[in-house]
């Protein structure tokens, strides 16, 4: 059974970082595509940023992209999402997923992952 488990989460001023951690349990993480999504109240989960499953591509959405990394640990089977100049509007639940995409397909919505963490908030204070 894969399992996922996301930490690193909390409360941060506005042009503060945050790294998020995604542990996998139960499939080594170089063989899963993963991505990071996030809901924030009142709106549908979106997509933030994916790594395929070679772990050489990668892929972000327009908000994002300049200001957060995501990347991958194969010793420890953990994917993190490194987040810079955090903005009032990056405050959401942050979701991690993975699933068995053939490389180098990146996968950008929801519906692609069958395997997702529980979430982890992020807030930031402007």
Do not use: H
């Amino acid at each position: 059974q894969v399992q996922l488990a996301e930490s690193g989460g909390g409360l941060v001023q506005a042009g503060g970082s945050l790294r998020l951690s995604c542990v996998v349990s139960g499939r080594s993480i170089s063989a899963l595509g993963m991505g990071w999504f996030r809901q924030a109240p009142g709106k549908e989960r979106e997509f933030v940023a994916a790594l395929s499953r070679s772990g050489y591509t990668t892929g972000y959405a327009d908000s994002v992209k300049g200001r957060f990394t995501i990347s991958r640990d194969n010793a420890k089977n953990t994917v993190s999402l490194q987040m810079n100049s955090l903005k009032s509007e990056d405050t959401a639940v942050y979701y991690c997923a993975g699933d068995r995409f053939a490389p180098p397909a990146l996968g950008r919505n929801s519906n692609e992952y069958s395997y997702w963490g529980q979430g982890t908030q992020v807030t930031v204070s402007s």
